[in-house]
């Protein structure tokens, strides 16, 4: 520190001779100052228009620019006192790290992301969809065999909301003509169900098995499994009445989709549960932090499944009265959907 | 943390919770956390605007197409160009806008990466997809389900107003004020107060000289404190105060030289300048005084 003052000279002189006083923190902002400036100039039309604004010079200096505004911040705290520097420069590096370090991506290219990043996070949950859909299929067994043997479990089994007037009181012909094959309701409702899928049962299901998944996966397992007895009660519900083929086929249209789905939603949830229980090395909330992306990738895609499961079954399930013709059009939708979850991998490699 | 803080306390009277992150260049950063109501602000608004561009969509809507629809129906439609238009809404701006939505920008604050690594897209993703679940998905169903007579109906009442409660408690609930999205996607909030940088305050030309004696009653704190007087002092305030404050130090520090009350404002200039420079001379040698009282044991 280069002080040259006349040590021991206490008194004090308005005029006349003047000592002068260098101060390394002043020298190092004068010399830094230049750089700082530029870097708050280019942050400020970063922040106003998006970084891509940036012309290609400015682009490439921006990062010189944030290093050596980091470490100038590394100095000052090292040598100078001087506060209002200090809070300018920490502000600086915090403006320059959040410009730096936040997406560069948009809309159509997060989009294009996504689209890669499910697949690949379902495979990564592979066993947690297998867990979902075992859980699934001992509901559907339990409800089928509860159901088959005595139809008074019909009523008990599946809520009246979902059951609409089907019951063990249901003719054949009223199954087949008023639910399998019954008439194409018109447009109005057909938009309506597809409308209003984010509010139907089957999302608010899938929901709340992802979500539930923060109180560690019981209730998304109980929750999945109440779904698979539903389903296995309308099945031997119309098994007992011969239907069980054309039952299959007029469920299979959407439901690939939306079981599918649906045990996704499961799956996500699982995950966030293993994450919460078992954090490895992490704390439980960097495990959820690290992890949860994956869960919330799963989640919205069979969010985003649903919808695709809600126009199927608004627009096309009853305008196809063919049961042949439904389980191709299923048997499409599901190979379809295997194929994107499982060879999306393929594509990103190539890039 | 940084040597800022020394004197904060008593002038920024740290309002702000405050997180330490730490830049993938290893450098760590204080950071302030966004106090609710911001957020609530920048909510509010985004929330506004929102609605706005999907009344818009629905009245073009309504103008070219479908005279069919019922009621119900086209409520649900309009449900549905209010969950697309909102999510694109959110997730764009966040994503080209270094994390912050208009209405974010208005108010002064960023979502970050808790830990300072890079925002991820699926973070931003992430975290505003949570918000449906969270908050839009359970309040549309509030609105959309009638009001019915049954008694099922009303425990589905509960259901959905005990999962609001619940989400919105936790933001109360965890030191990072983070919300369902913020846990899961590994972000935060935080306010970015915009700083410019003020002219330095040292005298190149001392017209009073002081001796090391002089420098040896006051830390850092202090002379903060009076970097920050000086510079309201600059912008016109407290003229009194510098007189008072001049008597002080010269009490304090043993100046037996009277200070003519014109000169005031340069003496403490002066002052500055040489307790700056004996400071951070001191501090670079290892003998860092925080304060008057650690100056004062390290005197004796």
Redesign the interface.
Known sequence: MSIEVEIGHEVSRPTGLRPVITLKSSEFRRTREQGWLELEGLIAAAERRGIRALAPDALARLPQLYRSALSSLSVARAIALDRQLLLYLENLSLRAYLAIYSPRTGLGEAGLHFLRAFPAAVRQARWHCLISFLAFAVGVIAGFALTAGDEGWFATLVPAGLAGGRGAASSREALLNGEIFAPWPGAAVSIGIVANFLFSHNTIVGILAFSLGLAVGVPTLVLIAYQGVILGAFLALHYDRGLTVDFVAWIAIHGVTEISAILLCGAAGLVVAQKILFPDRYSRMDSLATHGRQAAEIAVGAILMLFVAAILEGGLRQLVASTPWRFAIAAATGIGWLAYLGLMRAAERER | M???DV?DRI?RRGWRARREII???G?P???ELAEYSERAIALAIDLVLWLCASLALLAVLLFFA?H???G??LI??L??IA?FLRN?YF??FE?????ATPGKRIVGI?V???????????????RN??RE?EVF?PA??LI??PAGSASGIQWGYVLVVGWLVCFVALMFMNRDRMRAGD????TMVIA???????A?????????????R?LRAYG?RE??VL??LL?RADAGEAPELLRDVCDRICRKIGWT?P??PA?TALFLRDFY??Q??????E??FGRARADKFEAARKRE
């Not at chain 2, 994503?95 to 994390?99: A, D, K």
């Not at chain 2, 330095?200 to 090391?212: I, K, N, P, S, Y």
């Not at chain 2, 700056?276 to 001379?281: G, K, P, S």
């Open positions: 940084s040597s800022t004197a002038l830049t993938p260049e450098v950063l204080v950071v479908v069919g629809m019922s119900v129906v649900a439609v449900m549905l969950f694109l997730i764009h994503l080209s806008h270094h994390g960023r970050t990466d808790r830990r300072g690594g890079p925002l991820k897209a699926s973070a931003v993703i992430a997809l949570t679940l998905i549309g169903i959309s389900v846990v899961i996607a590994g970015l107060p915009r700083r410019h940088l003020l330095d305050l040292v005298e190149a030309r001392a017209h009073f000289a002081f001796a090391d002089h850092t002379l903060q970097e920050d510079r030289q200070v003519a000169d300048t040489a700056r420079a004996f400071l951070e001379r501090q670079l």
